[in-house]
């Protein structure tokens, strides 16, 4: 970027006015949308926190309804790209400049890009297709942590996977840390929450599978060549009976014995020998 931008951009914004109370409506909506999932499922709101995210969703022409800069952030020269982005999409009015003690009563985060915005979240009716997905499909069963929940997300993303479904239990697909975990993927992705995990697999024609520990049926028996849909359970319990019924369990290999894998780490190693089979093997 041409450095002669980087002044006239600050200087432009540097004329909002600064925002120094925390009762101001947008500062309170955002507080309350990091704090409150109840807050976030009523207002179908988010909050991106940071510049890369923020850029991913401009990317994604998923445009914030609001963006929040402390003041001294006006100036971070990582943020002056964003800036411009913002003006080429006509989002100037959208951009509030606070206090940066207005700013650090509000932040989830430590030390860091001190910008956030507000984004709709994407709504997707799982019961409102017309047909059964019969794509490649990531299924989350009860998965509780959001950094697990966040790196199935951006494993899926990578390998091309973009129908993911979240049985009720699940961490929230676009929660701040769930967003921060899979760094955006969520943009590219169609997500489904809250089904059922008895009816979820009647939305789908595809060979199911589900990671267990209970079983030698390897992953590296199986014929990938196809689309399927892969299951990921609760860190704990693991995939849940209404959905292993159904589907075909699968291990990976640990030769020293452990217990079992990470969630995530599982999931990828299952995403990626899908990718393999398909585009990598001998």
Partial sequence: MNDSI????TNKFSNNPVITSDKNPTVKLAKALLTQSRQRKKAGQTVLEGVHLIQAAIEANHLPEHIIISYSGLSHLEVQPLLVSLSTHHL????????????QNITTLGTG??????????????LALKTPITT????LNDVQDNGNVGTLLRTAAAVGIKNIIFTKGSAQAWSPKTMRAGMGAQFGLTIYEGIEAD???????LPVYATSS???????????????????????QGVCDDIMKQATPVALPQPNGQESLNVAIAGALCMYETLRQRNYAD
């Fill in 136 to 139: 490649d499909c990531l299924i």
């Fill in 92 to 103: 100037d009015n959208r951009l509030t400049v606070v206090s940066d003690s207005v700013y």
């Fill in 6 to 9: 980087t002044p006239a951009i």
């Fill in 214 to 236: 209970h079983t030698d049926n390897i992953i590296y028996k199986q014929n990938l060549n196809r689309p399927v849909a892969w299951v990921m359970g609760h860190e704990g």
């Fill in 199 to 205: 009816e979820v697999l009647s939305y789908l024609r």
């Fill in 113 to 126: 890009i001190e910008i956030m915005a507000i984004v709709e979240v994407p709504q997707h009716d799982l």
